[in-house]
T-cell receptor, first 115, second 114 residues
């Protein structure tokens, strides 16, 4: 039981499709994150939201569009993706900036495959 | 700039033997250091952290880590490895001055042989 739930767990889509990844946390945290995990590469931070405000955007292509409607939910909208975007997308949450010594709690990820 | 290095892609150890997974870091201020573990088809799970105080930190599943400021290292250890410890291990660092950015190492795959 991680407290962070991601759906769907697997997603296969064509390059012209539009889809969304969903993340939900039940831990009362104020910050939420999207990471990309590719084989044999370090974890790449994509976006950070704190109290529903985007505070970090790590030069992510515009074909990835995050949305944080409240502190418990985070979405990643996908549009016109490329084959190199195939990866495991991880959502995480944590306490806010004041408690930067607190660990992040991760969901089990969405395995995305682009055809 | 912050950075984390895990010099070994894979560590092999026999069950019952002690294990060490190495991590070195670089950060401008005082570091907050973390270890996470990832099992197949799962997300990262928090194992332990160093904030301040005792250099030896104890965490979940019998793991511990030793903080060495002079060597800027935070090696993960366990006295007696289990086959079920086989997984991918990530070291991570965060700057104590605040901010949301945690830098993760590339990961070390631990293989424990029965």
């Amino acid at each position: 039981e991680t407290g962070v739930t991601q759906t769907p767990r697997h997603l296969v889509m064509g390059m012209t499709n539009k889809k969304s990844l969903k993340c939900e946390q039940h831990l009362g945290h104020n910050a939420m994150y999207w990471y990309k995990q590719s084989a044999k590469k370090p974890l790449e931070l994509m976006f950070v939201y704190s109290l529903e405000e985007r505070v970090e955007n790590n030069s992510v292509p515009s074909r990835f569009s995050p949305e944080c409607p409240n502190s418990s939910h985070l979405f990643l909208h996908l549009h016109t993706l490329q084959p190199e975007d195939s990866a495991l997308y991880l959502c995480a949450s944590s306490q806010d900036r004041t408690y930067s010594n607190q660990p992040q709690h991760f969901g089990d990820g969405t395995r995305l495959s682009i055809l | 700039a912050q950075s984390v290095a895990q010099p070994e892609d894979q560590v092999n150890v026999a069950e019952g033997n002690p294990l060490t997974v190495k991590c070195t870091y670089s950060v401008s201020g005082n570091p907050y250091l973390f270890w996470y573990v990832q099992y197949p088809n799962r997300g990262l799970q928090f194992l332990l952290k160093y904030i301040t105080g005792d250099n030896l930190v104890k965490g979940s599943y019998g793991f511990e880590a030793e903080f060495n400021k002079s060597q800027t290292s935070f090696h993960l250890k366990k006295p007696s490895a289990l086959v079920s410890d086989s997984a991918l291990y990530f070291c991570a660092v965060r700057d104590s001055t605040g901010g949301f950015k945690t830098i993760f190492g590339a990961g070390t795959r631990l293989f424990v042989k029965a």
